[in-house]
């Protein structure tokens, strides 16, 4: 791999970050703008670990309250059930439907899990320089990115829901706090993974290359 | 690769001032949810309300998670679990109770399964066949919280924030009546009956009743409640009657009050006391007598017919009733005779005097040797005397009616014994009755049969007699007719021949004062006579031919 240490960083050199044109940075510690679009020019995002932190943990805080408070009550004749997206899984699991079970299980809690989980990885994996494949962490990244959006579904689903299922005073839905708090990791999950900028994957592996090799 | 040429082009580093760590503002999000998070959190910690447990003999549709507790129709607790106790012989459920509904759970709250229920006097839970079961609750008074319940088998009949107040009926038995029976007041709806028991003696039950607002303020300490169960058909001497409060109390039973009229208007009674239940609404609403005179009756009659209760007369308006029926022995004679004590109101005498006297009435009525007075004066001198009637002959009621009998022979009133006795009549009743009896008896011995075979001889015998006098009369018109009018046709010749004799011998003999003129005179007024009579004979022959046969009847 002795062309990845051959990067526009080392070689004085700054990418646009919305263009990709090649330039000269204007001077090391401000590169200046870009001379095709317009764009603030930066070597790397500014602040992108701490920015990255600061997401990650405020999605896990409200990763709690979003599995443990309900997402929706349902009000039938008198009666009122709310649901926690784990209840809904056991129930899905309990009345006969384990596949939809696992799919809202995958989709609603391992994947935002997963996704604070992997970034969470990244980030230390990053600042610290520990050794590994970068290419996976690649990957790693690129899969957040990718399934990041998915778990939206949830949300949108319990918003159809509400909205549709208004049949009083027979039955109605309610929307219940958690699926807020769950709306809230998603969003910071996604804002995570995009503060996230990849290139310094390969910058620590360049300076373990430097220090060991 | 020529790494080194680039090296040398390139600046060297200098090694700057560590400035002061940055920190971004991004770090406001993470806080923010922490703030948010730890706010719903401590939220949720300070809303919790108390989990109780409560202990039921069966929870009948009461399932963990689903089932709540309602107080007023509104949800304040939710069962949590349902399990059962560690010997097994009972459910528990404990319920995590609002937080708002915290203050609420005190040591005299009450806890119930709703379900439906059909009973006579309605059905309610009905709410709960959709729904599912629920757990009633009825907040209590008391201030002390509580954590453990045991929950009540059926739902308190009444809740204690509703208006109103309960009292008690002390009554011989329950009749008809029921958990629900309705209680009216002028036929409304004023209450029900919320519970009953038996009395530690066991003979008289304790009924638990509650009145409503506004009803309740008509309860006062003389109000009289009586059992206006079903349908009360009484037939006594004064005949049949049939009474019923409502439809629902036909077949629920059901429960009456009302305050007579000549109650003193007092405050409501308070709240629990106890009443006196009455069979009925005439003897619940009786004027109290105050003045009773007991005497004692013996009759030499039967009295069948004649039972407690029956109205005492006098003059036919009722004085009094008959408290007791029975017989009278007397261990030297043997004799038996009937017994029958009575009671008498000297008030519903005085009550029907005329205005005028009702003061005189009464202030004679006071005193108890006028009114013995009055009555020696009665029995003794004018004769009133007690006698057994019929009041009606179809169910043959008896009463007991004081009448005057002048012609009654003496009597004296003994009042110095126990029982006081007054003399009585024999009944005209049973005189009526054996009379009848007897008209029947020798009716019914009357020889039906030999009179009708007799009749119908005799009818067939008049028969053959009215033939044989057709036939007489037949012969008479062909024999006799004839040869009466011969007769007569010798007689008008011989008249006529007379007429001439006299006519010949008129110019001989003409002195009025002959002899032979006034034998002729009277010879001529003979035959006239005779001709008269033979006229009236053959009248009465035309219109009475049988006369011929049978003589001239009697008319």
């Known amino acids: ?213 | 690769m020529d790494e080194g040429n680039d090296r040398g082009n390139l600046p060297q580093a200098h090694v700057e001032p560590r400035k002061g760590l940055h920190i971004s503002v991004v770090w406001i999000i993470p806080i923010l949810a922490a703030v948010i998070a730890v706010g719903i959190a401590a939220q949720r910690i300070m809303s919790e309300g108390p989990t109780i447990t409560i202990v039921f003999k069966s929870a009948g549709g009461v399932e963990a998670g689903k089932t709540v507790v309602k107080y007023k129709d509104v949800v304040i607790g939710q069962v949590k679990t349902v399990q059962l106790t560690a010997d097994f012989s009972r459910v528990e459920v404990t319920v995590k109770v609002a937080k708002s509904a915290a203050g609420l759970i005190v040591e005299d709250a009450k806890f119930w399964v709703v379900e439906p229920r059909v009973s006579l006097g309605g059905i309610s839970g009905l709410g709960t066949l959709l729904s599912g079961n629920y757990i009633g609750f009825e907040a209590g008074k008391s201030h002390k919280k509580q954590r453990r319940f045991i929950g009540l088998e059926t739902p308190p009949m009444i809740t204690t924030d509703q208006p109103g107040r309960q009292f008690a009926l002390k009554a011989a038995d329950l009749g008809s009546l029921g958990i629900g029976s309705p209680i009216y007041y002028h036929r409304l709806k004023a209450g029900e009956v919320i519970a009953y028991n038996l009395e530690d003696d066991g003979k008289s039950v304790m009924i638990k009743i509650f009145i409503n607002e506004p009803y309740d303020k008509y309860v006062i300490p003389e109000t009289r409640f009586w059992n206006a169960s079903g349908l009360d058909v009484s037939v006594g001497a004064s005949g049949m009657q049939v009474r019923t409060q409502s439809v629902v109390s036909l077949l629920a039973g059901g429960l009456a009050f009302d305050t007579p009229p000549f109650a003193p208007k007092t405050d409501p009674a308070p709240a629990d006391a106890i009443f006196t239940l009455y069979s009925d609404q005439a003897t619940a609403m009786k004027k109290p007598e105050s003045i009773a005179a007991h005497y004692v009756l013996y009759f030499n009659e039967s009295l069948r017919g004649l039972s407690v209760g029956a109205p005492v007369t006098l003059l036919g308006l009722p004085t009094g009733e008959v408290t007791e029926v029975g017989v009278d022995f007397d261990p030297k004679t043997l004799k038996i005779r009937g017994r029958v004590e009575i009671v008498s109101f000297a008030e519903r005498m005085t009550a029907r005097l005329g205005k005028d006297q009702t003061s005189a009435g009464k202030a004679l009525m006071q005193s108890k040797d006028q009114r013995e007075r009055l009555m020696r004066l009665l029995v003794e001198e004018r004769g009133l005397r007690a006698q057994l009637k019929s009041g009606s002959l179809i169910t043959g009621q008896l009463y007991v009616a004081f009448d005057y009998f002048p012609d009654a022979p003496k009597a004296k009133i003994n009042w110095n014994s126990e029982r006081v006795e007054l003399p009585v009549m024999p009944s005209t009743v049973h005189d009526l009755e054996g009379k009848l009896t007897g008209i029947i008896t020798k009716l019914d011995k009357l020889p039906y049969e030999e009179i009708g075979e007799d009749l119908r001889k005799s009818l067939a015998s008049l028969d053959q007699m009215l033939k044989d006098a057709d036939k007489a009369l037949n012969h008479i018109d062909g024999e006799l007719m004839p040869a009466l009018k011969a007769t007569l046709d010798k007689l008008h010749d011989a008249v006529s021949s007379a007429d001439r004799v006299l006519k010949s011998t008129d110019a001989t003999i003409v002195g009025k004062d002959a002899p032979v003129q006034q034998e002729l005179h009277d010879a001529l007024k003979e035959i006239a006579g005779a001709a008269r009579s033979l006229r009236l004979l053959t009248d009465y022959l035309e219109r009475h031919p049988e006369a011929l046969i049978r003589g001239k009847g009697g008319e």
Request: proline content about 6%.
């Open chain 1, 1 to 213: 791999m002795t062309g990845a240490a051959r990067t526009a960083s080392r070689a004085g050199l700054v990418s646009c970050g919305i263009c990709e044109l090649l330039l000269r940075p204007a001077d090391k510690a401000a590169p200046g703008y870009c001379p095709r679009c317009g764009a603030e020019l930066a070597k790397r995002r500014h602040h992108s670990i701490q920015y990255t932190w600061a997401l990650v943990i405020a999605a896990a805080i409200c990763y709690i309250p979003a599995n443990l408070l309900p997402v929706m009550t349902t009000n039938t004749l008198g009666s009122s059930d709310s649901d926690t997206i784990l209840g809904g899984v056991v129930f899905l699991y309990t009345s006969g439907s384990w596949p939809l079970a696992l799919v809202v299980l995958i989709a609603s809690v391992m994947v935002p899990l997963g996704k604070l989980v992997a970034l969470t990885y990244l980030l230390i994996t990053v600042q610290r320089g520990l050794p590994g494949s970068s290419r996976d962490r690649t990957r790693l990244y690129r899969m957040v990115g990718l399934i990041g959006r998915w778990s939206m579904l949830d949300v949108f689903v319990d918003t159809f829901t509400v909205a549709l299922i208004q049949l009083q005073p027979l039955m109605s839905v309610q929307p219940a706090p958690g699926v807020v708090f769950f709306a809230a990791v998603v969003v910071l999950t996604m804002l995570a993974a995009e503060s996230f900028d990849p290139r310094l994957i390969w910058d620590a592996e360049t300076r373990r290359e430097k220090r060991y090799g």
